[in-house]
């Protein structure tokens, strides 16, 4: 039985909201299991993949950036994008990160800007490519 709520939100929408056994997420610095009685955090998010366990089957869910909160056994994801995996095309973002590694950049904000749509579009291929694996 779930024991967690999962709640996803954008800037423009609540993207899901549903009871889960047990929620991953990608950090900005690696990968986080979170089950029932986890302990409160707030953490950095970075783009990757979100999988929600429930009811024996597995979402999955590209995510791109924010903070995950988890308080009182649920866990509130704040993304600037939420996608799920099984929309993700992977030729098109094979497409994204060519054009992402091609971007120029000849200052520290440039570089900055180039190096984020790089590490984002490698995220979303990974993801996708789980997706249809």
Known sequence: MPDLTCTVVTPERTVLEKPAEFVALTLFDGEIGI???HTP???R???GE??????GGTDR???EGGFVEVLSDVVTVLTQRALPAATLDEAAAREQLDQARARK??????FTLRDRAVDQSRAQLR?????FS
Not at 50 to 55: A, L
């Open 50 to 55: 979100m999988r929600i366990v429930s009811g």
């Open 127 to 131: 993801v996708a490519r789980r997706a």
């Open 105 to 110: 950049a000849t200052t520290p904000d440039e």
């Open 41 to 43: 955090l707030v953490g």
């Open 45 to 47: 998010l970075g783009a």
């Open 35 to 37: 089950a029932p009685g």
């Open 61 to 63: 869910y590209y995510v």
